[in-house]
Every structure is written in C-alpha cells, then in structure tokens.
C-alpha cells in the first residue's frame, strides 16, 4: 500500500473520503449517516385470511365519479393491520393503478376513529393499530375518477361505468389474494344495468350483492353499468361468450348484423385454435362513447375495450381497428391462464417481471390478427394491409443496435406511461433508437410469424402454431387456475410440436444485440417486403387521419400540415441535418411552407440532391440542408409468384 492509500483507507474507516479531505475545509460537525428503512411490509403466504371481508361500493354518484366505499376487515387477535392498495393487476404489465385518485380514508373500530399512517417507503401501504378487543376495522374512502381524459382514464360518466374492483379496495397485506375472501356489493344509479363475470347477483332496488369470491377473482371481474346497454350471444357452447354493449343512447346500442356474426365466427374460430378454454363463462365488454376511457384491459373470464361511439356504424373507422376486442379474448389462454411464471405475483403489491412480455403481448398480437382472417372480421387484404403496416412500424428500429427485444420487455416496468399504449405519457425523444412498449407487441408478433411458417415448412404442411395452440395453451380443459410457464417450458412445447434447437433459434431472436426485424416468417409465408414510390390506399388513409406527411423512408420524418416536425428517424438524412421532434419547417429550398408541397419536393429526388429547409426552434431560426439519398420510397408486401403461400394458409378459417 502506497502513503496516499494508507491516507484513504485511513479516512474511509473514519467514515470521511478523500473527496471531503480534497474539495471542502477542514469540518468538525458530523458527516451525515442514512438511517435504517422501515420494516418491510409482510410478504404474502400461501395461507387463508380468517374471516371475509364486508366490501360496499355506492357508485350512484358515477356521474361526478365519486364512488364511495365501506369495508370492513375482519382481525382475529392481531395488534396491527397493513392494508394494501392494488398498484399491479394480473394481464396489465404496465401501469400501477392510480393511488392518487383514493380520498377520504378514514378509520374506525367499533365506531371510534383510528389514527391511520401511510409507510414512509411503500406509498400504497397504510398502518394502522389494532385497539384491544376490535374484531374488524372499519374504511370508509372515495375512490375519485376523472371526469375529463386529460386528468386520467374517464370510467364513470352520467351514462355508463367500468367499475375495477382493484380501485374500490384496500386489503390485508401477508396473504396470497387467492387467500382473502370477499363479499361485495355494488350500488349503481337508479334505472342502471349491469354485466360482470361475477355470479351469483341477487338485485334489491339499485343494490347487488354478488357471491362471496376470492380477492384474486373478484379484481378478476370488473362490473360494467350502464343507462343502456345490450348484450349479444356470441356462443353457447359448450359455455356462454357474451358482448355486453354500453352506450350513450339507446340507439348507440346497434351493432350491424354482419359483424356480429364475424364475431360469432371469431369464439368459434378461438375454440378451434386453442381446443380447452378456462372460463365458465365469458363477458365481453365494450363501452360505446366518445367521452369514455381510455380502457383496455384483459381478464381470465372477461375483457374491456372502450370505443368510439361510431366504431361501429362508421366502417372507416371499423376497419381501422376492427379485431380489437378479440386481442383480450386472446389474452384469457395467452397471459391470464398461461401466464409467464415471473409475471404471476401472490398479491396485487408486487411488481411483475415482464422479461416474457415478447410472448404476452406478440403472440396475441399475431393470434388477434389471425382470428380477425379467419373469421372474415378482416379480409386477407385487410390482413395483409395490417401486416404491412405493423413492419413499415419497425422494420427500420436502430435501437435494435444497441437493445434486444428482451430489454425492451424488461424495461417495460420502470417505463411505465411512455409510449403509445397510454398516450397521455411521456414521450420519447427518439422512439425507433430508444425503443419503446411497442417493440415486444409488433417485433414480437413478427417473431411468432416467423415460427409458425417454419414449422409449416419443416413438417412439410403436417404441423403449425395451431398444433401449438392446443398442446400448450388449450391443456387443461375447464380450469379456473392459471398455470404458469417459464421460457424452458416454452421451448419444450415448441419442440414437442416440431423438434427443433428452438432456444438457440429464440434467443437469436430475443436476445440477441445488433439484428435486424425478423422478416423471415415473410419470406417463408411467399410474400417479401417491396419498396415503392407509391403509397397504398391503406398508407394512405392513414396519413391523411394523422394530418402529418409520412417521409420516414426517405427523408426521415413525419410532418403535421402546419410544418411541425412530429417525427425524425434516427441516422435518416433529416437527422443528419440537424432536425428534431418539434422544429417547425417555415420554408422548403426558399419557397413558404405548404403541406401539399412537400411530397413533390421530395418526389424526383436524386441521390445527392439537397432540400434547404428554414426552421424555426422557438424564437430561433436555423437554416438545414437535407442530403437526399432518393425520392420519395413507401414499402410493401408482395406475393411471391410461384412460392409456396403458407401465409395465406395461416389467414384461412379452419373447418
Ligand atoms: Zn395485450
């Protein structure tokens, strides 16, 4: 050791540094100490919680989304209760439920008020001690929902409700949920109607009372209210599926004929994909209106979608989003019942690890857009033009330098509000070399893409990811269990449909840094990914509802119709020179800026052209010059003559 290390190791031992000794004069008061955090909250066991749980929501005030709840939690000889509330919910990896909209929280033992204290660390965790001789504390609180969306999501209006248990509830920490018994009612507004997958509803004036179920299955059944509402049969057998419509207005309520039907098609065409279900019954929800939500969430026995009033009656937007109620319904087989084992929490206080998320939410975007073919929600070339938008999405992600897909699935626990699945988040200043919450969606869809059509090569016809399906997400017929899997378990299920060195070929995929999206599945299914100057009707459609011109394949952005830069691909010629999300475009190689004049200035571009742009970056203006690499470029897929079509053979209803 040195004289100058002696020095340090010295002072180190004192608790003082040679940053302290170097940088600040000499000190005799002490340097501060952290103190010790508190107590951990008590880990949930596998053991039952003696006695239920009174819980009594009044939601009669939904028009103003006030809901006001009563508890009551029984204590059997304890001294000191932690109660809990949910932040993450089964089938929703992403945002912790919104604790800052409870209010109101009282406490009471036999009608004498407690004093109650939040943990200093945990803040969905509140203290509270037990008087001697109290057999049940009593809670009394609001839960407080938006009336307007730039708040938060809007789940109660004068019209309708989407009531989650997970948000009307504080529970008992130490316990599985599977282990807390609850008794809950609900009171609605006068002349309301109700559907949930909870049973046993016994009506007393606007007051239901449904069985006694486990915490985990009630959070499991949220209950959807309405002034109107309508309910369709989607399926009988061999158990119910019902669509349970709410609206604004009696005539909201009409879904056309047809589309029932090709929902009707799509239980029949999940039946026969997966074989077993696990539901006793099925409710699927969607709330009709224009001032509702944003809401979509999955559950074993149940899903929820908000949308447009007009969803429905206006085919435009129909076609647009068609298939979406059906990604929930994908999501009961495909991350409620199989779930990923690092994914599945004893409580609802427990962060889940999402490091699966690429099977969670790809395969069932792959699935969901399969059933849509199948059942003719979707044409083939409406399939086809989802498909080609999805990869005009990623095909050009950077950030895949840098990050694999199994970081973007692992990250999507401390990046929650960001990216496009709640809008209302923070943003990214470079979403394609950051990479965001969509990659495990839409990488991960092309990724399933790219196994079924090699198992479909491979056997020569005889095998698919439907064969999959079956063998490891329809197993267990009948069960209301979830049954838990791990990446292990996933590769010995592919390989008992087609042997394989299906972890080595997944984790290429997943986890590898430095490749490219995976357009394999493409090329094997008899279509290839073209590039063109022109645009489909489908790019085209699109671009004129967003209002912004779609350059990102040759200049490198996207541009609102005042000039706003509202998109800049990273190492694009754009990004080259200089622009960024927000610059404003004054004028184009001298001329004033016209929205309808920017395609043609890029259209007859030659490599080594030049566009001279003004921009303005607040009161600032600069002067780009973009180096153009060609014209304006669109991409699409494109049938192969003559090759193989074991893409349109995944699109085909099965019979
Ligand atoms: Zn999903």
Known sequence: MRPLNVLVSLLASLGMTAHVLASEPQVNWPLPRAIAPPPAIALPRDTPYPGTIRLDVDASDAARGIHRIHETVPVRGSRHLTLLFPQWIPGDPVPPNALDQLAGLAMSANGKPLRWRRDAVESAAFHVDVPAGAHAIDLDFQFLVPADQRIGPVLSTPTMMDLQWQSHTLYPAGYYTRR?????????????????????????????????????????????????????TLSDDPVPVRLDVAADSEAGLEIPGDIVDQYRRAVAQAYKLFGGRHFDHYDMMLWMSDSFGPSYFEQRRSDESALPAAFFSNRERYKRSFGNPFHGFVHSWNGLF???????????????????????????????????ARSGIASREEALGVLETEISD??????????????????????????????????????????????????????????????????????????????????????????????????????????????????????????????????????????????????????????????????????????????????????????????????????????AEIKSAVADARPGDVLELRVARGSTEQQLSVALVGGLRYPHLERVQDAPGLLDDILEARH
């Open 180 to 232: 807390i018994l609850v008794a809950p009612s609900l009171t609605l507004p006068k002349d309301w109607q109700f559907a949930s997958s909870l049973t046993g509803a016994r009506r007393a004036g606007n007051t239901v009372q449904f069985s006694t179920v486990s915490l985990e299955t009630l959070v499991d059944s949220p209950v959807m209210a309405s002034r109107w509402m309508r309910q369709f």
């Open 394 to 595: 990623v095909v050009n992600r950077p950030g895949l330098q840098w990050r694999t897909l199994q970081d973007a699935s692992d990250q999507v626990n401390i990046q929650r509000g960001n990216g496009s699945i709640f809008p209302e988040g923070r943003r990214q200043p470079w979403p394609d070399w950051q990479l965001n919450n969509d990659e495990p969606y839409e990488q991960g869809a092309l990724i399933w893409l790219d196994i079924d059509t090699l198992i479909r090569q491979r056997s020569k016809g005889q095998r698919s990811l439907d064969d999959f399906a079956r063998g490891f997400f329809g197993v267990r017929d009948g069960s209301l269990v979830a049954a838990p899997y791990t990446f292990d378990d996933l590769v010995a299920g592919l390989d008992a449909v087609l042997p394989f060195d299906w972890k080595t070929f997944l984790l290429a995929r997943v986890d590898s840094v430095g490749i490219k999206t995976d357009l394999d599945g493409i090329d094997r299914g008899g279509y290839r990914l073209v590039w063109s100057e022109d645009q489909s009707p489908t790019q085209r459609t699109r671009e004129s509802r967003r209002g912004t011109a779609d350059l990102r394949f040759s200049v490198g952005m996207t541009v609102a119709k005042d000039g706003s830069v509202t998109e800049v691909a990273w190492g694009s010629p754009a990004w080259n020179a200089g622009l960024v999300i927000g610059a404003k475009i004054v004028s184009i190689n001298g001329r004033p800026f016209e929205a």
């Open 338 to 372: 199989r779930v990923p084992a690092a994914m599945w929490t004893a409580n609802f206080n427990t962060p889940p690890q999402d490091s699966l998320l690429w099977v969670f939410e790809g395969l069932t975007v792959y699935w969901n857009e399969v059933l849509n």
